[in-house]
Nanobody
Framework: QVQVVESGGGLVRAGGALRLSCAAS????????MGWYRQAPGNQRELVAT???????NYAESVKGRFTISRDNAKNTVYLQMTSLKPEDTDVYYC???????????????WGQGTQVTVSS
């Protein structure tokens, strides 16, 4: 069993900052990419940022220069530092991890339950 759990969402004023954390746990053999996605009601889930186990990052154009993704491989944890937040950043943010469990050695995509980020104007 593999679990992915996010934390750190909340309410912040425009221009403020928040830091999201996401930890993968359980029967983990290896983790490849980890990332953050967001979704508003009625919309498709969209990529925010991803990071490989080697540290290569990829960002949505809308968050470049404002958000920073990082990870601690020893802790199986990925972070999203969000600054200069805008009301349009309001969404549920989901963590994703590509994990190879011990009993499989193949990579599967695991999602967290989501954490709400609300930016007030």
């Amino acid at each position: 069993q593999v679990q992915v759990v996010e934390s750190g969402g909340g309410l912040v004023r425009a221009g403020g900052a928040l830091r999201l954390s996401c930890a993968a746990s359980g029967s983990i053999f290896s983790i490849n990419a980890m990332g953050w996605y967001r979704q508003a009601p009625g919309n498709q889930r969209e990529l925010v940022a991803t990071i490989t186990n080697g540290g290569r990052t990829n960002y949505a154009e809308s968050v470049k220069g404002r958000f920073t993704i990082s990870r601690d491989n020893a802790k199986n944890t990925v972070y999203l530092q969000m600054t200069s937040l805008k009301p349009e950043d309001t969404d549920v943010y989901y963590c994703n991890a590509e994990v190879a469990p011990y009993d499989s050695r193949r990579y599967f995509s695991y999602w967290g339950q989501g954490t709400q980020v609300t930016v007030s104007s």
